[in-house]
């Protein structure tokens, strides 16, 4: 069983331009979401894709967007670049447990700096 | 707006002993909560979890308590072992995303 793998795994920018990263979900799980940590905060959700649709998001403008691809594959794109969008970038697969509920299953994540 | 605090950033515990890390919630419609631990230099794995019908689920060491009406839960881990030392995130959710307090780092000191 492979896990949740995201590239790349560290990456640094300028102020204004165009970052996109990338997530390949667990094998079996159908529902990708996408959280920004910053240091010393806990993770926060940016959105979640079910089916290829945005499927819920957090308070996050709309320069940042993504993708789900048939394969259960994602992207995250984020636009005009600013330096508080520095953080690590967390990709989770999910899956429903004993209970009957999602669990998520965090990648490594991408950690990008803006300068 | 925080809406699940946990209010000690680190906990140091010897070897062998409890040790119990909390985390409050403001929001009554989760009714979902899940412990996460994070080493460094790599994702969040999850621990354990529990809904809200329950008040206890243990799974080995890791106990989960969620006590409702104060809008607390908390994580024991019983005995304690240098390998435990680590972030721990709770987290709660009322469906599909996750709110996530901002960590205790757990030090087990051999």
């Known amino acids: 069983e492979t896990g949740v793998t995201q590239s790349p795994t560290h990456l640094i920018k300028t102020r204004g331009q165009q970052v996109t990263l990338r997530c390949s979900s667990q094998s079996g799980h159908n529902t990708v979401s996408w959280y920004q940590q910053a240091l010393g905060q806990g993770p926060q959700f940016i959105f979640q894709?079910?089916?290829?649709?945005?499927?819920g998001r957090g308070n996050f403008p709309p320069r940042f967007s993504g993708l789900q691809f048939p394969n259960y594959s994602s992207e995250l794109n984020v636009n005009a670049l600013e330096l508080d969008d520095s953080a690590l970038y967390l990709c989770?697969?999910?899956?429903?447990?004993?209970?009957?509920?999602?669990?998520?299953?965090f990648g490594a994540g991408s950690r990008l700096t803006v300068l | 707006d925080q809406q699940v605090k946990q209010n000690s950033p680190s906990l140091s515990v010897q070897e062998g002993r409890i040790s119990i890390l909390n985390c409050d919630y403001t929001n009554s419609m989760f009714d979902y909560f899940l412990w996460y631990k994070k080493y460094p230099a790599e994702g969040p794995t999850f621990l354990i979890s529990i809904s809200s019908i329950k008040d206890k689920n243990e799974d080995g060491r890791f106990t989960v308590f969620l006590n409702k009406s104060a809008k607390h839960l908390s994580l024991h881990i019983v005995p304690s072992q240098p390998g435990d030392s680590a972030v721990y995130f709770c987290a709660a959710s009322p469906r599909a995303q996750f709110y996530f307090g901002t960590g205790t780092s757990l030090t087990v000191i051999p």
């Open positions: 894709y079910y089916r290829e649709e945005e499927n």
């Open positions: 989770a697969s999910s899956r429903t447990d004993h209970s009957g509920a999602n669990v998520l299953t």
